[in-house]
């Protein structure tokens, strides 16, 4: 069996010599840095002391713990070793500026799925690589992205990475401490039978969304015509994981909770990543109605709905507002049960 390759290898095979693909390639390697000592941490859980004591608020109003500000300070340290002019972390309310000469900049989420801290669930990081255009580096869609991709600390600490030729997925291996590729061009799986959702908001949902998931749950007997499973970890990283392993869809709407109406994840660094990975992939990403990756965010922080997995699942979520999110989408208007069934 063929030793697999590291992704120092695989960055050089990419980067070809080029300047430029280097520079992502290095920044790619910072982050990796910084996945490592956080692995590390995560992985002597209580050891660590009480790594989800509340300590205050970040700048979108959610509750910070201990772990969400010690895996930013590690992340910001290792990037000032990359060719990064800025950082834009869900964990502060300005942007850093480490050097203004450098090209690149990174949103990052450095700690995904913090509600899981103390309970041993698979939790991470996420990030997206932009060209440094100045002070609107971060207002820049999606599309600009050089590169994207998540790191997931759970029982095995795994890499998925775009740098805009297919996601590919990496494992560090204990001991040599070396990220080693599983598993090569990833695609997700066009056609599903799971979907993850919080069907706890379902009182706050809007028509469409309730229309989708009543569907869903009327399995053989309805419209869809097969039954579904329902998957929820509540960490971003690890459903979406499990999308890219064996398919399905991810969806966290829009919905009537006060200021939930644009959705409750973060564009830049959180829907922004996961759209190119996916896409990379061969699935879809929307806010319900529109391709992710060609919002324009507001604000670095800007909140937004999304849905992504499965293209065929994305497609047909999008027909519930009428609207499909690309050709090929179907509308609940013509099936048995849908939009206009409470």
């Not at 590690?74 to 500026?97: Q, W």
């Not at 001991?175 to 959702?197: M, N, P, Q």
């Not at 949902?205 to 309730?210: E, G, P, Q, R, V």
């Not at 979520?317 to 509308?331: H, I, V």
Request: aromatic share 6%; glycine share 12%.
């Amino acid at each position: 069996m063929a030793e697999p390759l590291t992704l120092e290898a695989y960055l050089d095979q990419w980067a070809a010599g080029d300047a430029a693909r280097g520079d992502v390639g290095k920044t790619v390697l910072a982050m990796c840095v910084a996945a490592r000592e956080i692995a590390a941490i995560v992985g002597r859980g209580a050891l660590e002391g009480d790594m989800a004591a509340a300590i205050g608020g970040n700048a979108g109003g959610d509750t910070q713990k201990a772990l969400d500000l010690r895996t930013h300070d590690i992340t910001i340290e290792a990037l000032k070793a990359a060719p990064v002019a800025r950082v834009g972390s869900e964990e502060a309310d300005d942007v850093a500026v480490l050097d203004e000469a450098a090209p690149l900049a990174v949103a990052m989420d450095p700690l995904d799925g913090s509600s899981n801290i103390e309970t041993n669930v698979s939790i991470g990081t996420l990030f997206g690589v932009l060209p440094h255009v100045g002070e609107d580096t971060f207002l820049q869609p999606g599309s600009k992205q050089l590169a994207a991709g998540f790191v997931v600390y759970g029982p095995a600490t795994a890499l998925v990475l775009t740098v805009g030729a297919g996601t590919q997925i990496f494992m560090l291996e204990r001991g040599s401490d070396r990220f080693l590729r599983t598993h090569a061009d990833v695609r997700i799986a066009e056609t599903t039978k799971e979907y993850a959702i919080n069907q706890s908001n379902v009182r706050h949902w809007d028509a469409a969304t309730k229309g989708y998931i009543d569907d869903c749950l009327a399995g053989e007997t309805g419209p869809r015509s097969k039954n579904f499973n329902m998957r929820w970890v509540g960490s971003l990283v690890a459903d979406v994981f499990r999308i890219l392993i064996r398919g399905g869809v991810y969806l966290y709407p829009g919905d009537r909770r006060e200021g939930y109406g644009s959705g409750r994840l973060r564009l830049v660094y959180e829907c922004n990543p996961i759209a190119m990975v996916a896409e990379q992939a061969g699935g879809k990403a929307t806010d319900g109605k529109t391709r992710i990756l060609d919002l324009t965010p507001q604000k670095l922080h800007a909140r937004c709905a999304l849905v992504v997995g499965s293209a065929e699942e994305v497609d047909r979520f999008g027909g519930y507002y009428g609207k499909p999110a690309s050709k090929g989408g179907s509308s609940p208007l013509f099936a048995k049960r849908g939009l206009f069934l409470a």
